[in-house]
């Protein structure tokens, strides 16, 4: 057989198997480094702290736990979130994060380490990327073989899609669960394709640590079953099939229903009764071929085809039935919205609230996944090239998370893991092919083809990807061959060669500068320190949540309630130990209504409302003098829509908007605008800052009225550097019972109008 | 489920007793034994059903671990069956009888240690 180059004729099959292994180690691990190294872009940009929203939360749950231990953080009851209601934290939250990290911190400590448990929660998430690239690698490796395994390993340890979520200090659920995703795919195909009940245990187990640790778990709970189903539409029902279905269904049902917050849940509600129908589908369907292998006869066709309509039909049947009953759930609120996508906006304001439920943009496709985007497709086609069972299963997997993608930007992140294996399938069956360094026989060498090509010619194998190059290597030459009949397929010469893996090579390392670029400059944000660049390019800090925070902490009383758009609600529980009236948790739409009614309204109706829920601080967030997008005068409409929902005849949308349907805050803003308790803490006292001079909210660029808005029921407490956190403390009632307004209005010398009649002595007409 | 295929055939009751005589021949006596396991489970699982239904399901976790004992031994019990019948050996190529006897003990004690859990 002739080759392009020539290849070390006097190695031994067991050296290189053994130099294979020993690469494949040492590739894992200086992937493992680097998946870490990269996402510590924001401890060393920024310092060791819990980013965003939700992780404080997580942060100050696992704080508990390990103060307290885990039966005390089981029992736990929250009395200072969602004043005055309190929240059954054990109940309410998947545990499986601060289990873990409560596990790791005990660990430690016994090893006599005293690490603190911030630091544990900040390295969690890059520590576990280290952990899912191995996954990738163990089921990229079921779907062709080592050398994509490892690729598809390098890809997920550096796409921005997966770090978008798993930074240092990105401490959330997603930080291990894409890690659980990973290991229970690869358990299954494994189960499937030895059909041992073990692996199948191992799925149902890690299932199990996915359930208690992500709200996702459902997408497991649909994926599998639908690979099932697929597979025996296919007619390719095997036992192995019956043995790792049933023992990962039964198994991880039943453990699934050991989380509080799951409960009863995967037997009574919709998302989970596919599982369910999959599993009686195979008991049937096992018991008809049990039957089969007794009965040899040919009415055999007819009667599975009866027992199978027939059982289908009952089992829809008592599904539709059960569901009118009440027996079983309807899809929730958040399922629909997966379907139609306007379906939120319009019944659920406040999940369509959430920044991360909107629609994904196309570009942000590209900023995530970058050349892969490109590769996924046709690592797709080339597993329909060979479609084994586990096949099936990436392609099932590519559609159904494509789409879900393309619905919500954070489901982006179960996209991810997939387009990284097809990828890695796709591209090192590029490299398969042109490195493989065999030419086709009849070939006439190349006239620069400084081979000898006889030399080796006695079988020798090249040293990378051995066994799968001559099956997977055919798909792109396929079609080289049905354009030219009656030759071998295969590539000739070394520049066809050069020129690939030139630019393959080149794909892969302008992949690695934009993953380094995204990661450092767009997802390393704690977003609770912001940051600038002065004049002279120089990082500056922007600080000014937690000046607002430790201020709280510092000099109110422990008791003091705060008012807070939800979005801050954790932060402040967080960091300035504050009860707060609603959180991110969002489970009371009322209760958020309140908040936002408060808000909307003019300062006489929110006094009332601030006075029964035992308000002492309001806090808003202002980013007009610093351009800070993400303000609450620019969240302001979804508070109004929200409370809209609740109080339909108080508060209206299309007040707040002018004549014109623009929204604006100068001198044009619509009055219920202009008197909004929002809008007035936002800016108050802001156009004293330019001195008479014309001043700008930079965000809106817009010019605010030189006479500010006046507050008569709060008085500023404090606002920080940047103003971007401003505090205000509720007043208490007069002393002389006189309402506050006219008290203000006294205090300041003005008369009260005589001439104005008490409106209830008027004479009614 | 009761092996009641025979509606769609021409002749009911022989389709029956065929399928009963050709699994008497032809099923080795482990194998019976594992049937017999399975029957037994099949029925404490309907007697459970039964008790769901019609009395009450008051103890709801109680009932699922219970039922939920049962299903899953009952199809890590048939899993054990297919894998150790010998005319499902080229599926089975890793799994040896004994491996899949291993196999099963762990699922069961896996399966059990969490119905203890949710007994409640």
Known sequence: MPTAFPLPSDLSPATVTNTASLLRIVALSLISGAAIASRLFAVINFESIIHEFDPWFNYRATRVLAAKGFYEFWNWFDPTAWYPLGRVVGGTVYPGLMATSGVIYNFLHALNLPVDIRNICVMLAPGFSALTAWATYMFTKEMKDESAGLLAAAFIGIVPGYISRSVAGSYDNEAIAIFLLMFTFYCWIKALKLGSALFGTLAAVFYFYMVAAWGGYVFITNMIPLHGLVLILMGRFTSRLYVAYSSWYVIGTLSSMQVPFVGFQPVSTSEHMAALGVFGLLQIVAFVQLVRSHVSSKQFQDLLFVVLVTAGLFGFAAFVGLTYKGAIAPWTGRFYSLWDTGYAKKHIPIIASVSEHQPTAWPSFFMDLQFLIFLFPAGVILCFHQLRDEHVFVIIYAVMASYFAGVMVRLMLTLTPVVCVASAVAFSTLLDTYVDAAEPDDAVAPADSATPPESGATAKKPKKAAPAAPSTGSALSDLVAAAVPNKKKGIYGLDTRFAIIVNAVGMLAFFVFHCTWATASAYSSPSVVLASQNADGSQHIIDDFREAYYWLRQNTPETAVVMSWWDYGYQIAGMADRPTLVDNNTWNNTHIATVGKAMSSSEEVAYPILRKHDVDYVLVIFGGLLGYSGDDINKFLWMVRIAQGVWPEEIQEPNYFTPQGEYRVDEHASPAMKNSLMYKMSYYRFSELFGGGPSTDRVRNQQVPKVGPTLDYLDEAYTTENWIVRIYQVRSEDLLGRDLKSANAFAKGKKRKRSKPVSRRRPIL | ?120
Not at chain 2, 18 to 43: C, G, H, P
Not at chain 2, 72 to 89: D, I, Y
């Open chain 2, 1 to 120: 489920m009761p092996p009641k295929p025979a509606p769609a055939a021409a002749a009911p009751s022989s389709a029956v007793q065929t399928l009963w005589k050709a699994y008497n021949e032809q099923t080795s006596d482990r194998l019976k034994f594992i049937d017999a396991f399975l029957v037994f489970l099949m029925f404490s699982g309907i007697v459970q059903f039964a008790y769901c239904v019609l009395i009450t399901t008051f103890p709801y976790n109680a009932f699922l671990s219970g039922f939920g004992s049962t299903v899953g031994q009952f199809v890590l019990t048939a899993s054990l069956r297919s894998q150790v019948n010998p005319e499902n050996k080229n599926e089975f190529k890793e799994v040896s009888p004994e491996r899949a006897f291993a196999d099963f003990a762990l699922g069961s004690i896996v399966l059990h240690f969490f119905v203890f859990n949710f007994l409640g």
